[in-house]
T-cell receptor, first 112, second 117 residues
Framework: GENVEQHPSTLSVQEGDSAVIKCTYS??????FPWYKQELGKRPQLIID?????GEKKDQRIAVTLNKTAKHFSLHITETQPEDSAVYFC???????????FGTGTRLQVFP | NAGVTQTPKFQVLKTGQSMTLQCAQD?????MSWYRQDPGMGLRLIHY???????DQGEVPNGYNVSRSTTEDFPLRLLSAAPSQTSVYFC????????????????FGAGSRLTVL
């Protein structure tokens, strides 16, 4: 079955710097790759997703890149702000009705 | 629209007791799933369902049962609770449809914190 590895487990950056979180997946049939943000004590919420027919997707300060050949995808946050501090999870799925498998999470801390 | 509703929010059990975590959604989502969240281990899939009458195992199904008799409800049963099942449990649902239409985007419930003594 699918296995998703996520690095780093913790990441500390200064406000205004960029942050990059990387994930690799094992199932070459996976074609849907979402990223979720979980603030302390809250439920996870989708921040951005990408499907395998595109290599990059941007939404304001957030971008995701996908390399299907190497089976890895990354989350890029530019101009980080203290409110970006949270745990971020990557995930992978074959899409449609298939199960979604998550990585182990990255705790991002943005210091003012 | 209540979204995904989980009950109870908190529960303390003794080893060997059984209980059911309830999950209901009012969005007519075909796909429903249960995850457990433990420190440093992310969200691990327990069971999932792609529609009423259909269930399948996830990554960590042992010790848990599910059923899906209606589109709206997806209860998770712990048959004989063990301390290793102490965790935060999340139910999540999504619409299964065409890409770009919000398909596969999970809506999570607020979570249920379970402690097994």
């Amino acid at each position: 079955g699918e296995n998703v590895e996520q690095h780093p487990s913790t990441l500390s950056v200064q406000e205004g710097d960029s942050a990059v979180i990387k994930c690799t997946y094992s199932d070459s049939a996976s074609n849907y790759f979402p990223w979720y943000k979980q603030e302390l004590g809250k439920r996870p919420q989708l921040i951005i997703d990408i499907r395998s027919n595109v290599g990059e997707k941007k939404d304001q300060r957030i971008a995701v890149t996908l390399n299907k050949t190497a089976k890895h995808f990354s989350l890029h946050i530019t101009e980080t702000q203290p409110e970006d501090s949270a745990v971020y999870f990557c995930a992978a799925s074959r899409g449609n009705t298939d199960k979604l498998i998550f990585g182990t999470g990255t705790r991002l801390q943005v210091f003012p | 629209n209540a979204g995904v509703t989980q009950t109870p929010k908190f529960q303390v059990l003794k080893t060997g007791q059984s209980m059911t975590l309830q999950c209901a959604q009012d969005m007519n989502h075909e796909y429903m799933s249960w995850y457990r969240q433990d420190p440093g281990m992310g969200l691990r899939l327990i069971h999932y369902s792609v529609g009423a009458g259909i269930t399948d195992q996830g990554e960590v199904p042992n010790g848990y049962n599910v059923s899906r008799s209606t589109t709206e409800d997806f209860p998770l049963r712990l048959l004989s609770a063990a301390p290793s099942q102490t965790s935060v449990y999340f139910c999540a649902s999504s619409y299964s449809g065409l890409a770009g239409s919000g398909a596969n985007v999970l809506t999570f419930g607020a979570g249920s914190r379970l402690t097994v003594l």
